[in-house]
């Protein structure tokens, strides 16, 4: 079974900035997952237990991908995440999230480095006492001249124009997960 945990700030005030950028990754790959014959119903549902969103998918043999979108603040986003992992008995999480390190529209996806002051994804380590996990890190970086601090970036609201090359970005970041090996028993 694979966990795949989206993180950002779950508050309808955070709606649309930089920092949830995973969140926008699961929905991508919950239509991706579709359209490659997973079934699920199509909408995420709330989880009070879990404090998230979620979607159970299944494979014809009753193989699970679980998409959660942790819907309280990025760094408590790791008890849940945990949470979640261990309820459902998965054996791989991928975790999707916002990073400033890279270009708005590219990602990168790997496995074991460091968060670089995440503090959500320092949050999902320490909960997991492991960096042996898969993250899918979706570039937010487009300040150009702009000298605006981090912290204050990531909070922002996307353009419209950012928004078609985050999608952009996405919809290559899960094609090339669902291609992975991690993928290839079912695709």
């Known amino acids: ?18 920092h949830n950028a995973g969140y926008f990754g699961l929905e991508i790959l919950k239509i991706a997952l579709r359209y490659e014959g997973f ?22 043999g009753g193989e699970e991908i679980i998409l959660q979108k942790f ?8 008890k849940y995440v ?16 916002d990073d400033l390190d890279i270009k708005l529209g590219e990602y990168k996806i790997q ?11 320092n949050s999902v380590e320490e909960s997991m006492g492991t ?3 898969v993250r899918v890190r979706i570039g937010i970086e487009n300040r150009g001249d702009r000298k605006i601090p981090g912290e204050k970036y990531v909070l922002e609201r996307f353009t419209k124009e950012e ?8 919809v290559g970041a899960c094609e090339e997960l669902l291609f992975s090996e991690m993928f290839e028993k079912w695709i």
Do not use: C, Q
């Open 39 to 60: 079934r699920a119903d199509y909408t995420f549902k709330y989880s009070k237990y879990d404090k998230s969103d979620i979607i159970r998918f299944k494979w014809g």
């Open 1 to 18: 079974m694979i966990l795949i945990s989206g993180i950002g700030n779950g508050d309808v005030k955070y709606h649309n900035t930089r």
């Open 163 to 170: 928004m078609v090359i985050l999608k952009e970005g996405l």
């Open 111 to 121: 496995k074991g480095k460091s968060p670089h002051g995440h503090n959500g994804v």
């Open 82 to 97: 945990k949470k979640l992992y261990d309820d459902s008995e998965a054996d791989t999480l991928i975790l999707f999230h």
């Open 71 to 78: 819907l309280g603040f990025m760094n408590e986003s790791g």
């Open 131 to 133: 960096k042996d996990f």
